[in-house]
C-alpha cells in the first residue's frame, strides 16, 4: 500500500499524531517494566520450600521464665504428642518465612571471622530432637543429628551453640563447594567451626528481603538441647495431616497456655505464615495489574478516539477514494497500517524509555535486569492493541457509501 498519503496526512495532523505516539511510548514503557516486576513478584510468591507445608503448624510460646523454659520442653511436647492425629512434634528456633531470622557469618578457611568479606552470611535454624519430622526435611546427603549431638549442644556466652556439627541446604552446599561433596567440609567462624553431616533440600531462610535472590536458601540447621536453649526453642511445632492441622492447631494451643498460665501462646497454621509474609508483595502484584489495566484501556481509548475523529474529518477523502474505486478493504487497511505506523514509532520511543526505566529501578530500588524479551513482548501487545482499537473506527469509515460521501463534493 502506498503509505506517502498517510505521511502527508499525518503531517496535517502533527499534534494529535505526536500525542498518540506519545501516549503510545509510556504504555509501552510502563507496560514492560510493570509486567516484569508482576512475574518477579509472582515467581516470589512461589518459591518452593522443601518442608510440609500443608501439614504444619506452630504454636509460639513467649513470656515463660528463661531458667525454667528448657526443662517445661519435654513436658510440652510430651502433651502436643498426645492430641489425637499428631504424627511428629519438636521444637525450633525459627521457622521460614516468620521474619525471626538469625544470621551469622562463615568462612572455608580456620582463622575466617564473621567480618570477613569473603564469609558467606546464612540463616541459622535451631531445632531440638525430632525437628526434621516436624518439619519434613528431605535429607538428601548425609545424616541428621543423633541423640548425643543434642544432649551436648548448648547456649553458653556465645551467641552459637556448642557443638560442632551442621546440617546445611543443598543450594548452600553447592555455592560453597562447587563440584564437590559437601560432607565432612567445615564452617569456620572463630572460635567456631562446624562440619557438614547432612545436606538437606532448600529451604527459605526466615526473611529473603522484598524479593528473592541468590541467598534466599542459603539456611543452616544446629542441634540444640532443651536444658542449654535459655528459651530460644520458643516454636512449637506439630506436624499431621492436612485435614487435622486446624484442630489440633486449636487443641494444641489450649494445651499449652493450660501448662503454661503465665506464657503468651501464639497458634497459626504454616499457610498462614506464608500467605502473611507475601501479602504485601501480593498486593503489589494486582496494583500492578491494575496499573497495566489502566494503562492499556487509556491508550485504546485514545486510539479509538483519535481514528473516529480523524475518520469524521476525512468523509470527503473517503468518499473520493470511494468514487475513483478504493474498496471497503482499502479503506480500513488505510487507517491500520496509519495505526501501524504510529504504534511503531511510539513502541520504538517506549523500548528506550522502558530500558532506562528499568537502569533507574536497578541502580534505586534493587531490582533485576529486565530480560530483553519484555520489550519485543510490550511492542508486540501495543502493535496487536492497536489494531483492535482502529479496527471499529476504521470498518464504521469503510462503511461509508460513496454516494453519500460524494454528496459534499
Known sequence: ??????????????????????????????????VFMISQRVSDIHLGNAIDEPGIATVVLRGTDDKLVGSDIPRNLAALRGIAGVQAVAVTSTLPLSHNNWGWSFGLDPDATISDQKSHNVSLYFVGEGADQALGLRLLQGRFFNGDEY????????????????????????????????????????PHYYTVIGVVADVLRPAIGTHSGPYTYDSTYYPLSADGSKGVLAYYLIRSAPQDRDRILREAEQTLAKLNPGAVTKGQTYSDIRNKYFADMSSMAWMLVLVCVVMLAVTAFGIVGLTSFWVGQRRRQIGIRRAVGA?????????QTENLLLTTAGVAIGMGLAFGINVYLMQHYEMSRMPWYYLPGGALSLWLLGQASVFGPAQKAASVPPVVATRSV
Request: glycine residues 4%.
Open 1 to 34: 500500500m502506498e503509505i506517502r498519503p498517510i505521511f502527508a496526512s499525518l503531517r496535517k495532523h502533527r499534534i494529535p499524531a505526536c500525542l498518540i505516539v506519545l501516549e503510545i511510548a509510556l504504555a509501552c514503557a510502563v507496560l514492560c517494566n510493570a
Open 151 to 190: 544432649a551436648g549442644s548448648k547456649f553458653d556466652t556465645a551467641p552459637l551453640p556448642e557443638t560442632h556439627v551442621v546440617v546445611i541446604t543443598q543450594s548452600l552446599a553447592k555455592k560453597l563447594w562447587p563440584g564437590q561433596s559437601a560432607l565432612g567440609k567445615t564452617l569456620y567462624s572463630m
Open 327 to 335: 474498496t471497503r478493504g482499502h479503506i480500513m487497511q488505510y487507517f
